[in-house]
């Protein structure tokens, strides 16, 4: 136990316990290892230049420097120029990337408040009040007769089959859009949509004839 005690207090006094804080930068979706490796090359320039403090290395630091920051810039404007291009017709998602471009952030929908709980509970009084008022209104409302509506509705029977054009009309003004579940990206479907038209066009028409929709093609 002694022994311990003198290990410890020996560890203590020569190697004491620090804390050390390390920030976690957010991971840059442009960022690849080409860019990494030209990081890597101007910081060695740099510490090149520190130590021989010589015109030519300067230069040098400064050439890595130039190619890493445009390079660095380039992968960052393609990313957003993907980016915004497959929000087509998604207004909601073009905000959202528009945000993070100008580094915007959304305000509280909630209005200034110190407590929150009194401000759940002003919340609770608003709808409840609201509901009551509504209820009164309703009470005293009279009814109105409503003429009868047309019931002589004309009814879909037949439908005109699409031409190979009509269908690449649709795909084109399609949003690009899409989750892990589709097993086509959307976009991939558009630069491609050549390779895809022929069968398309088939399955759509003879989805028309037919009524049906087979599941297995959804």
């Known amino acids: 136990m002694g022994k311990l005690y003198t290990q410890l ?27 990494n490796d030209l990081k890597r090359e101007k910081r060695k320039a740099e510490r090149i230049r520190r130590r021989t403090k010589t015109d ?8 890595k420097l130039n190619e890493y920051t445009s390079k660095l810039n380039q992968a960052r404007r393609d990313f957003y120029s993907k980016a915004i291009s497959d929000t087509l017709g998604n207004s909601k998602k073009l905000f959202q990337i528009m945000d993070k471009i100008l580094d915007r952030k959304p305000a509280s929908p909630l209005s200034p408040h110190k407590d929150a709980e009194i401000l759940a509970c002003n919340f609770g009084e608003l709808f409840t009040d609201k509901i ?11 009814v109105i007769n409503l ?5 002589d509705v004309p009814v879909w029977s037949t439908f005109k089959t699409l031409s190979e054009d009509d269908i690449r009309k649709l795909v084109i003004k ?7 579940l589709d097993p086509l990206p959307t976009w991939l479907l558009k630069e491609n949509i050549d390779v895809f ?7 759509v028409n003879m989805s028309l004839q037919n009524g049906q929709f087979p599941t297995d093609w959804k």
């Open 9 to 35: 207090y020996l560890r203590g006094v020569h190697a004491p316990e620090r804390t050390k804080t390390v920030l976690m930068k957010p991971v840059l979706p442009w960022y690849n290892d080409k860019i």
């Open 56 to 63: 030519t290395d300067f230069q040098t630091y400064k050439s």
């Open 132 to 142: 009551n008022k509504i209820r009164q209104e309703l009470d005293t409302q009279t």
């Open 147 to 151: 003429p009868d509506f047309a019931r």
């Open 174 to 180: 399609a949003n690009s859009t899409h989750c892990k």
């Open 197 to 203: 038209l022929s069968a398309l066009t088939k399955i």
